[in-house]
């Protein structure tokens, strides 16, 4: 990711990966027609502890700049579709964004700087 430090690209990384496992069977079952927090999944995603919850955010933000990244670099001629597995981005930053995350000073800057990366 451009515009992020050694120090951020190593801590996105640790996020990431503690993340992944927590994330991949909301994932695959999300399917963009139901909200994240009503199914089976989504609950099973929201009910993980908070400092894995924080991992997951992280992981969402940078799933987002990401996306945002690729739009941008798209062919104006082409339109670039958004599928079930964009959304469900946005829909883990919805249902994080009003739980109170033990987000240390790191994560923030971390998820500041990739927020400020597409701008």
Do not use: C
């Not at 990431?16 to 989504?42: N, W």
């Not at 009910?47 to 991992?55: D, E, I, K, Y």
């Not at 990401?66 to 981005?89: H, I, L, M, P, T």
């Not at 987000?103 to 701008?119: H, K, Q, R, V």
Request: proline letters at 6%; aromatic letters at 6%; a positive charge.
């Amino acid at each position: 990711m451009e515009g992020l430090r050694d120090d951020q690209r190593g801590l996105l990384a640790r996020h990431q990966e503690q993340a992944f496992d927590a994330l991949l069977p909301a994932s695959a079952a999300f399917q963009g027609t139901v909200r994240l927090r009503v199914t089976p999944e989504g609950r099973a995603l929201l009910a993980l502890p908070p400092a894995l919850l924080v991992s997951v955010g992280v992981s969402a933000a940078a799933a987002v700049e990401g996306r945002q990244r690729q739009r941008e670099q798209a062919d104006s001629k082409r339109q670039v579709r958004a599928g079930a597995q964009d959304v469900f981005w946005y829909e883990v930053i919805e249902v994080l964004k009003r739980r109170r995350l033990p987000f240390a000073p790191p994560d923030i800057e971390l998820i500041l700087n990739l927020g400020t990366s597409t701008m």
